[in-house]
Every structure is written in structure tokens, then in C-alpha cells.
Nanobody, 123 residues
Framework: QVQLVESGGGLVQAGGSLRLSCVAS????????MGWFRQVPGKEREFVATINWSDRSTYYGNSVKGRFTISRDNAKNTVYLQMNSLKPEDTAVYYC????????????????WGQGIQVTVSS
């Protein structure tokens, strides 16, 4: 059974930083793309970033480009999201997701999801 478990969320002041982690278990993720999405109540899930396990190809949403960095540690089956220069509008529940074969910016193309973790940025 595939499990994705996020950690590292919390409350931070505007301009600060947080690093989210997502530990994946249950299968080999060498052919999986991993993504981060976020969601606020009443809005659709928003794409944040994605990375391929097999190479270092990455892609970012426009609202986080230049501030967030996605990376992964294959030996630990872990994906990270380093978030710098945080803004109040980054406040959301952040979700880790896994997709077989390749990358995507579309939430419904992902096969597995974590439970989500709250990130709150105060002004």
C-alpha cells in the first residue's frame, strides 16, 4: 500500500522560510513524478511544484517560481519543498502527490496523495 506522509508545516511570519518533507513508502518510486499542491477552503487545488524521480527535471507554478524549490532524496524516498520569502497568500494546506510515469501540473492525473499539512503565513 502506497503511503505519502507530509511533515514540516506550521506557522511562520511573512518573509520567513519553511521546509516541507514527504516520505513515500509502499513501492519503488523510480518511475514516479512527485508533486506538491496546495488548497485553501472554497478554492481548487493549486499546483505548486513537481519533480521526476529518475532525473532532476522540475517545474513550478508561477506564483511560487523563484521562491520555492523542490528536491528529492532517492535513498530516503523523500521529496522536499523549500519555501522561502513566504507571503500570507501562501497560507494553505499543502499536499504531496505521486504520479506514475512523468510529471503533471494537473491534480487529477496524480495517483496517490498524502493527508495534507497546514502552512500558515502571518502578515
Amino acid at each position: 500500500q502506497v503511503q505519502l506522509v507530509e511533515s514540516g508545516g506550521g506557522l511562520v511570519q511573512a518573509g520567513g522560510s519553511l521546509r516541507l518533507s514527504c516520505v513515500a513508502s509502499g513501492r519503488t518510486f523510480s518511475n514516479y513524478g512527485m508533486g506538491w499542491f496546495r488548497q485553501v477552503p472554497g478554492k481548487e487545488r493549486e499546483f505548486v511544484a513537481t519533480i521526476n524521480w529518475s532525473d532532476r527535471s522540475t517545474y513550478y507554478g508561477n506564483s511560487v517560481k523563484g521562491r520555492f524549490t523542490i528536491s528529492r532524496d532517492n535513498a530516503k524516498n523523500t521529496v522536499y519543498l523549500q519555501m522561502n520569502s513566504l507571503k500570507p497568500e501562501d497560507t494553505a494546506v499543502y499536499y504531496c502527490a505521486a504520479k506514475r510515469f512523468g510529471l503533471s501540473v494537473t491534480a487529477n492525473e496524480y495517483d496517490y496523495w498524502g493527508q495534507g499539512i497546514q502552512v500558515t503565513v502571518s502578515s
